[in-house]
């Protein structure tokens, strides 16, 4: 089973959704919202699968950078 990880515009900047529930707090930078994103799935068993939206609202998945501990 995966869970899902999308990383989403918000008014407020980027936040992410994860399995359909959107996080309780939006963050300045995609960078923060991925960073959040990262503690919130350590705390999951499950693979991870890192999306993002684009401009035409399709969800692309993202290969997190190297290093970052966001692989599954």
Known sequence: MNNF???IP???GWTYVM???ESRCS???Y????AAARVE???RKHSRVFRRMELNGEMLPV???P????NA
């Open 19 to 21: 399995n359909g529930i």
């Open 27 to 29: 963050f300045h930078t």
């Open 63 to 65: 290969q997190p950078p």
């Open 31 to 34: 960078e923060l919202a991925v």
């Open 67 to 70: 290093g970052s501990g966001l």
């Open 10 to 12: 918000h008014p407020d």
């Open 41 to 43: 799935m350590a705390k």
């Open 5 to 7: 990880c999308d990383i």
